[in-house]
């Protein structure tokens, strides 16, 4: 995952990214997501699966007016 010294996705707009990880607290495989919008909004969430990821992302972007269209 791309990101600056701060931690913060510096990857171009419109695109998704994620990193896969393990939570020894939960015992648990973990997908932490970002997305940008072409207005710079950022979208972040910790889940379980990437297709859980990417529907909270749909919800996200229609609560905010967003575009995403697949």
């Avoid at 996705?9 to 997908?31: A, D, G, N």
Wanted: proline share 3%; with cysteine; net charge positive.
């Amino acid at each position: 995952m791309e990101t600056d010294v701060i931690r913060v996705s510096t990857r171009v707009v419109e695109t998704e990214q994620y990193e896969r990880f393990y939570s020894p607290l939960i015992h648990q495989k973990l997908i932490y997501y970002n997305f940008r919008t072409p207005d710079g909004k950022l979208f972040t969430c910790i889940s379980r699966t990437l297709a859980n990821a990417r529907a909270r992302r749909d919800a996200w972007l229609k609560q905010n007016g967003g575009r995403k269209e697949d």
